[in-house]
């Protein structure tokens, strides 16, 4: 299985600033997600980070709020922009490698943001 | 679109002990997969079992066997003899054949008692 990392692992940040997330994978991968997790609940995808383009934003999500970026096939990364109070959550960033539907999905360990 | 429900909010269970984490699904895709996922106070989702529709067999990995029932909808996962490491909130989730989108029930939380 990918083993991947997030930096950073968590961080508490002012309201109105802005936080870039890092995902590093140890291999090449075929797609690439991001998920939020508020606090006591379960996941939702934010968007599909799409290597060299624009990503594929989820009802809910747009870009000026999370912009994404995916120069290659191991990397990727979230800006979570002007944040607020509500922002406070894990942020997973996810892999699936290979092109088989029936794949298995790999999670990195997330970043626990709070904005104060 | 496709819906994942687990209806068991928190559990506890005894160590060494089996316990059974109910999911059921509805989804109009023909294909798809199911995953079962545990994730410690920590907060990193760790995968434990993967099923697909069309298997034959249930999965088993382990200590993790899914009771998978295709025609009830449910893929309900059992882990066998109980570890106090085990204590976590544990999520079904869902991708059909169309797409590469993860669906999540809510969440079980299991707690082991020594």
Redesign the interface.
């Known amino acids: 299985?990918a083993v991947i990392s997030q930096k950073p692992s968590r961080d508490i940040c002012q309201r109105g600033t802005s936080l870039t997330i890092q995902c590093q994978v140890d291999s090449q991968v075929t797609?690439m997600?991001w998920y939020r997790?508020q606090p006591g609940q379960?996941?939702?995808?934010i968007a599909?980070a799409n290597q060299g383009s624009e990503a594929t934003y989820?009802s809910g999500f747009v870009i000026d709020k999370f912009p994404i970026s995916r120069p290659n096939l191991t990397f990727s990364t979230l800006t979570v922009s002007n944040m607020s109070p509500e922002d406070s959550s894990?942020y997973?960033c996810?892999v699936?490698q290979g092109a088989n539907?029936?794949n298995?999905?790999?999670?990195?360990?997330?970043t626990?943001l709070t904005v104060l | 679109a496709q819906k994942i429900t687990q209806t068991q909010p928190g559990m506890f269970v005894q160590e060494k002990e089996a316990v059974t984490l109910d999911c059921t699904y509805d989804t109009s895709d023909p294909?798809y997969?199911l995953?079962w996922?545990k994730q410690p106070s920590?907060?990193?989702?760790?995968?434990l079992i993967?099923q697909?529709s069309y298997d034959q067999q249930n999965a088993t990995e382990g200590r993790y066997s899914l009771n998978f029932q295709k025609a009830r909808k449910s893929a309900n996962l059992v882990i066998s003899a109980s570890q106090l490491g085990d204590s976590a909130m544990y999520?079904c989730?869902m991708?059909g054949?169309n797409d590469?989108?993860?669906s999540?029930?809510?969440?079980t939380t299991v707690t082991v008692r020594a």
Do not use: H
């Open positions: 299985s797609m997600f997790q379960s996941l939702t995808l599909t989820e894990i997973l996810s699936i539907r029936d298995e999905q790999f999670f990195g360990p997330g626990r | 294909s997969g995953f996922y920590s907060g990193e989702m760790i995968f993967y697909g999520f989730a991708r054949v590469y989108k993860l999540f029930g809510a969440g």
